[in-house]
Each structure stands twice: as structure tokens, then as C-alpha cells.
């Protein structure tokens, strides 16, 4: 089965900047698609960004412009670059792989 490792999480101030990274395991990363998700406490799991096979992205509403969802097929890895970091983003995010593969989920945490 399929397995993704999430890093580059942490704790960073409003209007600061952050990367996530997920690499999978497997075989079938570059013809799947990609997405990171987020659950903030005591709210449901949200899309944030969403990534095809092809490169094409779509993104969660009021984020788009902010994050930027982005691959490398050759490392078998996803990117999400965040940009003007509010409070609010505050949550646990999550790497999936379409349809049924979930990362463990790393914490972001933007406070002063």
C-alpha cells in the first residue's frame, strides 16, 4: 500500500511563510492525483489544494492566491508553499493521494 510522509510543519508568525512536503511510496504517484487537506479544531476537514496527474490545480475557497500546490513526479513528492499565514490557517494538514491514501498530518500552528 500506499505511504506519505508529511514534514515541514511548525509553528510560524502571521504573515510568515511555509512549506509542506509529502513523498509517497509507490508505484502510482505520477498518474494520480494529489491534495492537501486541513482540519482546524472542533471544525470538519477542508480542501485546501488539489493537484492532477497533469499539473493542473484547483484550490479551497479564500485560499487560492495564498498557497500554491505543486509536484515532482521524479521524487515522488507534493509541495504546498503558504504564503500571508493567518491565525485561521492554524490547523492539521493533511497529504492525500486520490483516492484513498492519507497522510498522517503535520501541524501548523500561525500564532504571535
Known amino acids: 500500500q500506499v505511504q506519505l510522509v508529511e514534514s515541514g510543519g511548525g509553528l510560524v508568525q502571521p504573515g510568515g511563510s511555509l512549506r509542506l512536503s509529502c513523498a509517497a511510496s509507490?508505484?502510482?504517484?505520477?498518474?494520480?492525483?494529489m491534495g492537501w487537506y486541513r482540519q482546524a479544531p472542533g471544525k470538519e476537514r477542508e480542501l485546501v489544494a488539489i493537484?492532477?496527474?497533469?499539473?493542473?490545480?484547483d484550490y479551497g475557497d479564500s485560499l487560492k492566491g495564498r498557497f500554491t500546490i505543486s509536484r515532482d513526479n521524479a521524487k515522488n513528492t507534493v509541495y504546498l508553499q503558504m504564503n500571508s499565514l493567518k491565525p485561521e490557517d492554524t490547523a492539521v494538514y493533511y497529504c492525500?493521494?486520490?483516492?484513498?491514501?492519507w497522510g498522517q498530518g503535520t501541524q501548523v500552528t500561525v500564532s504571535s
Open positions: 492525500r493521494l486520490f483516492p484513498s491514501s
Open positions: 509507490g508505484s502510482i504517484f505520477s498518474t494520480s492525483a
Open positions: 493537484i492532477t496527474s497533469l499539473g493542473n490545480t
